[in-house]
């Protein structure tokens, strides 16, 4: 399904190209490892001659998630620039941008395999509430964990957004994780610097392995290894 791009939405989609690219670099160097982004298409503007838009649309191809599997175990990644706010993921946040229903999604799918939330904004209900949720041993103990007020209200707030029970939330809250972003910029200087032994023209490498990011997300459920680098 194609969604309209505004700047900052495609300022997004080139941070989670970047991070894919980040990632091949562990499927060069790692036989045991394979990427597989997914895509997502968008509606961008045609701009004319002098830089403005037009009112003649594209469809742009974009990554939006990836899974890497390691020695076969896959792992989800859900991957977001940063909050609305800026500075952190409210609950409303995660559900207006999706993140919540993919999650859920992921989880119904395969209840096992984990889940890592990729962004430069921090998340209270993954880095705070669900890391006291799985510490209990029973659904009884959630309640005397959570240790907030605000907790307590995330946590309630989450249920009525996914429609879960007690004892899913416990489930899912054992295998989701919370990954602290770097900047773009930062992927690309990574990227870089750990080709440096291995190619002559050190420059073009990140550049290729974020078109490589792009081409393989079009070939949905394409797996990247150590040969398609």
């Not at 194609?2 to 894919?20: E, I, K, M, P, R």
């Not at 706010?85 to 207006?96: G, I, Q």
């Amino acid at each position: 399904m194609a969604t309209n791009g505004g700047s900052a939405g495609l300022t997004g989609y080139d941070y989670q190209t970047w991070f894919v690219a980040y990632k091949l670099v562990d499927a060069y160097f790692k036989k045991n490892i394979k990427v597989q982004p997914e895509a997502q298409f968008v509606s961008e503007l045609i701009q004319d001659k002098n830089g403005l838009a037009t009112n003649n649309k594209v469809e742009k191809a974009i990554v939006d998630d990836v899974i890497i599997y390691e020695n076969d175990v896959p792992v989800f990644y859900n991957i977001k620039y940063i909050s609305p706010a800026f500075d952190r993921w409210k609950v409303s946040d995660l559900h207006n941008q999706g993140v919540l229903s993919q999650i859920v999604k992921q989880f119904k799918n395969n209840s096992k395999r984990k889940i890592v939330f990729v962004s430069q904004s921090s998340c209270d209900l993954f880095q705070k509430v669900f890391k006291q949720i799985k510490e209990s041993p029973n659904v009884k103990g959630i309640k005397l964990l959570l240790g907030s007020q605000q907790n307590e209200k995330d946590y309630k707030q989450f249920k009525e957004y996914t429609n879960l029970t007690d004892s899913q939330v416990l489930k899912l809250s054992k295998i989701v994780e919370y990954e602290r972003g770097y900047v773009s910029e930062e992927y690309k200087k990574i990227v870089s610097r750990n080709f440096k032994n291995e190619v002559t023209k050190i420059s073009e490498i990140a550049n290729s392995l974020y078109q490589l990011a792009i081409d393989a997300s079009k070939k949905n459920k394409m797996e990247i290894g150590r040969a398609h680098v």
